[in-house]
């Protein structure tokens, strides 16, 4: 069946039932052939790869992602994207994709799979302690209020609401002065 | 970006892209924007087919260079002599904008008789202190004619961060002493010509390693193609910033567009190509050390901001936009801590850390690698084969407590504990790891700004798999857990964590697309988050409507300024807007442009000094007698009804001080600087200095290198000697369009990998006649810091030069490969080194040397590469009947 199908790949346009009915060389299994997008969710969407900003499409069926398309409407790219836009697909459905927390204890030589909730307990526990233990409210006579013994860098990649929650609770809160990201020009 | 912020006020691109398609002539330079910007390319190839012409200056002849009508090739790191001998050529042959420059620029300003220029002192400007290698403020004199010596603010020479009146440059006097017939010698038009008298045609080709015809051809062609009918265009990116001079590369930019008056008008400006998804949003709401949002500086130890009133008065400036300051402080701090800010604590202010050192990445590394700093999140970047001199970078998270890495794949800085070309035994590393996986950008909702200041919303398509959380929900549900830890706790350093507003959770279910509801637990509302960085009236809650709303009484919250606006009521999230607008080309509802959805920066200089058009061809905004305000394509980027006669009465502040014929608002003389009395701190005027890895002197002046040049970590990044005969090849790092910076996007990607599987060095077939290398065999490049080897690939697309009379040699090394993923390879940026520029810690990844044989390293074991992904899985698509299922697969 599926030699047939592509043998009349190449005379398959404009094919639709009726001329089916009318003897055409189409098999019944080619009339019906249609995009697997048809009958998906479509969700808007913009390319995280460089900051061109290129508009996507997302068509999802039964909550997974079927595929990624430049959006059309976009006044910056208008459908089209690049070999890396046109990867987004894969960032998100990909075999070396992990899923499960990975915790690797000091001087082990291997990772070891963790709850999310026994990680993000852990993780707030050491940033207490390191701040707690290396805190400096002033130097001399000048306030500084900081610790320098905790880094977070990172921030180009993700979204306006994500760094400006990291800068509130590292800098605002916990006084984490180096917070950096990809960008310094 | 202070290379465009000193020259213009704003730190970002001036235009939009789609507003390249209306340039005469573009001229690229420190871009591949073919290779890495392929889709916003379109724009300048309709600009060709309309007959522009299209420029590329580039050491590498690339995928850009094929498409441009002319190319030509220079030395990596001789940028700032090219400009200059353009700018040169403007003032020499009087092709320079004459009205526009006279009403819009700083050419007829008076600079103070103190002011020594570089012509004199070979290659350093007046006031230079050797031993602190620093301009001495008390005799640099920079600063226009009576003004004071010294700035309000000045800052130390070991504390890289400028207070924000340096860096905006805080003058007194907003009509400073000018000659408008631009005779006296002290005004910036003359200081500007001796400054760059030097630079001339021969000298261009001596340093640059161009013909004086390739050069002149370029010069006639931006000449020709600036004035009141035509407009030329500049695009850079990285090719420019990273390098030990590259704010000011960036600067002599400006200057030339000042020159030619292609500021704020169709198819002029600046555009600066960046790099990822959210970087200028990462800078507007920066995660940068120096930085609150909306460009606040971060409070300091080192100034007098010991109380909020010190630092309004250290940091304010009385002229300009800027004067509002102290309305958009007040509302962050309302914003971030709520009720608990009160007029009688100064609004938290004492709960904001103060910095007192440059907390920057380079140097933050450094002392990681000296087991200085304990903790460390990741969070999408991954420094372990990105960063500059890599190894130190690898060898710093082996001296971390912890680490928490925020990614999808196991990428160099999670592995970098057991694999790495130090082949390290996890035995030895201490280092406690935590891989939490990350969301994608299609599980879940939010804005990133792109290189146009365009902020564009995604919608979320579906809920991240099993653990894979967004980074909005690890940072809050972090921040919830941190506030139990601390609760009840008195101590003064624990009260800004227990007072931060931290609600943020959806307030109904969530419902994802299709109309289930989402399955992950207490995943925060990004519209909330959003609207929080809008502003909202304390009292009701309500949103405002723009940044003029906010005030300084507390009555307002606002977590960013500049995006004011973009939330502007109930229901209405500009972000989101998705609206084509037929027959303007700014598409003023397809997302929202900072500030106040303004597309194109300082376009009051799109119109004449009387507010007309300068031409019909080109006109974009334009004042209204009739209606007596601003009309046009955009957003006006100026009061919308102050008239072009306007002129500030004597003492008059804030933007009543900004006459009506002056477009750069955001600068206290509302003028484009050609010279910058501040806000650089290694000179008004832009410089030619050698990198500092060069296998050639510095041509123009005895001094070779930025004498202000950052430098890091002595033994750990060790710099190749002055004209150093151990390493006479100059080498530059380039991106290829099938790959993502170090890889983390794109070697765990198999429709990627196939496209590019593999590390290659570029090379001329000169060079490889003179090593014996072989197309297509192994090759060594190593220089003082490391070695590497990659597959050779011997190419016309790069040429010897021909520089000071001798053959040098150059060689570009893609940067994306390392031991991580399913292709690796030799890592770049193991060859870089540590140095950056004095103004903004960015590293020197583009101009560097190092020496090439053919074969292989000594040690050839290599992390064995991830299995390469079928394609892209066997899966079905879900409920799809077998006649729709995808081609090629198994029905």
């Keep these: 069946m599926s030699l047939f199908r592509h043998t009349l790949r190449t005379n398959s346009m404009g094919r639709s039932p009726e001329r089916a009915v009318e003897n055409q060389p189409f098999s019944p299994p080619s009339v019906a052939k249609g995009s697997r997008l048809r009958g998906a969710e479509v969700t808007a969407s913009v390319c995280p790869y460089c900051a061109v900003g290129c508009g996507q499409l997302i068509y999802t069926k039964g909550g997974r992602i079927i595929d990624i398309e430049g959006n059309p409407d976009s006044p910056i ?69 900081h610790v320098t013994t905790i880094a977070s860098l990172g921030g180009a990649t993700m979204d306006n609401e994500e760094n400006y929650l990291i800068k509130k609770l590292f800098n605002g809160g916990l006084g984490i002065v180096a917070i950096e990201n990809q960008a310094r020009i | 970006m202070p290379g465009l912020g000193t020259s213009f006020g704003r730190g970002a691109a001036t235009g939009y892209q789609q507003d390249l398609q209306n340039s005469d002539c573009i001229l690229i330079m420190g871009s591949n924007m073919a290779e890495a910007h392929p889709v916003g390319f379109r724009f300048p190839i309709k600009a060709r087919e309309r007959g522009a ?32 001998g353009l700018i ?18 700083n050419a007829a300003t008076l600079v103070s008789d103190q002011f020594v220029d570089t012509d004199e002192l070979d290659g350093l400007f007046g006031g230079f202190d050797a031993a602190k290698r620093d301009y001495d403020p008390e005799r640099k004199g920079w600063h226009y004619q009576d003004e004071p010596s010294t700035p309000k603010t000045q800052t130390p020479p070991e504390i890289k961060v400028e207070s924000f009146s340096e860096r905006l440059g805080f003058i007194q006097n907003p009509q400073p002493p000018s000659d408008p017939s631009l005779a006296d010698p002290r005004c910036v038009m003359n200081i500007l010509r001796s400054h760059y008298k030097r630079y001339t045609p021969e000298m261009v080709a001596s340093i640059c390693g161009c013909t004086q015809q390739e050069f002149l051809e370029v010069a006639e062609a931006v000449c020709q193609n600036s004035g009141r009918e035509r407009t030329t265009a500049i695009v850079y990116a990285v090719g420019w910033t990273q390098h030990s001079t590259g704010v000011q590369i960036i600067r002599a930019a400006g200057i030339l567009q000042l020159l030619l008056g292609n500021m704020g008008r169709p198819g002029g400006g600046i555009m600066a190509m960046r790099g990822h998804a959210s970087i200028q949003g990462s800078t507007d709401v920066p995660t940068l050390y120096d930085l609150l949002p909306g460009y606040i500086p971060q409070p300091a130890a080192i100034r007098n901001h010991n109380s909020l009133r010190e630092y309004l008065e250290q940091e304010q400036v009385p002229h300009g936009y800027w004067a509002n300051f102290h309305k958009f402080m007040v509302s962050l701090l309302k914003a971030w801590y709520g009720t608990a800010a ?235 807007q998705r609206k084509r607008t037929p027959g303007n080309l700014t598409e003023p509802e397809w997302g929202f442009a900072w500030p106040h959805n303004r597309r194109m920066l300082y376009n009051r200089a799109s119109a004449d000094p ?40 004597p003492g008059s502040t804030g933007m009543a001080s900004i006459a009506g014929d002056s477009p750069f608002i955001m600068k206290p003389d509302g003028k484009g600087w050609l010279y910058a009395p501040a806000g650089t701190k290694d000179g008004p005027l832009p410089t030619h200095y050698e990198p500092v890895e060069s296998p050639v002197r510095n041509l123009l002046y005895s001094q070779q290198e930025n004498p202000m040049v950052e430098r890091y970590g002595d033994l750990m990044n060790p710099i190749a000697d002055l004209l150093d005969p151990r390493y006479p090849v100059v080498a530059t790092t380039a991106r290829l369009t099938e790959h993502y910076l170090s890889g983390p996007m794109s070697r765990f990607n198999s429709w990627l990998n196939e496209l590019q599987p593999e590390m290659f060095i570029e090379l001329s077939p000169e060079l490889a006649a003179e090593r014996n290398i072989q197309h297509g065999s192994w090759m060594v490049a190593w220089n003082c810091r490391a070695a590497i080897e990659g597959k050779a690939m011997v190419t016309r697309r790069l040429r010897p030069l021909t520089v000071d009379g001798r053959t040098l040699h150059q060689i570009a090394i893609p940067f994306h490969w390392g031991f991580a993923g399913e292709t690796v390879g030799s890592i770049a940026n193991d060859l870089t080194s540590v140095v950056a520029d004095p103004n903004v810690s960015m590293h020197e990844a583009k101009a560097f040397t190092c020496e090439v044989r053919a074969g292989r390293l000594e040690d050839t074991r290599t992390d064995p590469p991830l299995p390469m992904a079928a394609w892209p899985t066997r899966e079905r698509a879900p409920d799809t009947p077998d006649s729709n299922q995808p081609e090629g697969q198994v029905l």
Excluded at chain 2, 56 to 64: A, L, N, Q, W
Aim: hydrophobic letters at 35%; glycine letters at 8%.
């Design chain 1, 77 to 145: 790219n208008e459908g089209t994207l690049c070999p890396k836009g046109a990867n987004t697909f894969q960032l998100a459905e990909n075999p070396h994709r992990i899923q499960k927390v990975l915790y690797r204890a000091p001087y082990s030589h291997r990772w070891e799979e963790k709850p999310l909730d026994w990680a993000m307990d852990r993780i707030a526990e050491k940033l207490k302690n390191t701040r707690d233990a290396d805190f400096v409210e002033k130097k001399d006579d000048t306030v500084l209020n």
């Design chain 2, 53 to 84: 012409k299209l420029i590329h200056v580039d050491p590498h002849f690339t995928r850009t260079s094929a498409m441009c009508s002319q190319y030509v090739p220079i030395r990596a790191g001789s940028d700032i002599a090219f400009l200059g």
């Design chain 2, 88 to 105: 040169n050529y403007v003032l020499e042959n009087e092709r320079w904008f004459r009205e526009y420059v006279l009403a819009y620029t």
């Design chain 2, 342 to 576: 009160t007029a009688e604590n100064e609004w938290g202010y004492q709960w904001v850390p103060r910095i007192d050192d440059n907390y920057s990445q380079l140097p933050t590394f450094m002392r990681m690698a000296d087991g200085k700093v304990k903790g460390l999140f990741l969070f999408g970047q991954n420094p372990a084969g990105g960063a500059p001199n890599a190894g130190i970078n690898r060898k710093a998270l082996r001296n971390l407590d912890w680490l928490v890495v925020r990614d999808w794949f196991e990428i160099e800085s999670a592995c970098f504990w057991y694999k790495g070309p130090e082949h390290p035994d996890p035995g030895t590393v201490k280092t406690e790891v935590f891989f939490i996986p990350a969301a994608a950008s299609s599980e879940k909702q939010g804005s990133f700004t792109n290189t146009q200041r365009l902020l564009q919303w995604h919608d979320k398509a579906i809920d991240p798999p099993q653990d894979c959380r967004s980074d909005l929900w690890f940072v809050y549900h972090l921040g919830k857990r941190l506030k139990q830890l601390y609760a009840g706790s008195k101590e003064l350093r624990d009260q800004g964590l227990l007072n931060l507003t931290w609600n943020y959770e959806y307030r109904q279910p969530e419902i994802l697309p299709g109309g289930a509801r989402s399955r992950i637990h207490g995943e925060p509302d990004a519209e909330r988050v959003l609207r929080e960085i809008n502003g909202y009236t304390v009292a009701d809650g309500k949103l405002v409507s723009g940044f003029s709303d906010l005030k300084e009484d507390g009555s307002t919250a606002c977590g960013c300024w500049i995006y004011s606006g973009v939330f502007p009521e109930e229901g209405r999230n500009r972000a989101r």
């Design chain 2, 610 to 649: 009387e507010g007309n058009p300068w031409s019909d061809r080109k006109k974009y905004i334009w004042w209204d007698e009739k209606l007596r305000k601003w009309t046009g394509l955009d957003e006006p980027d100026f009061e919308p009804d102050k008239p072009p006669s306007y002129r500030p009465p």
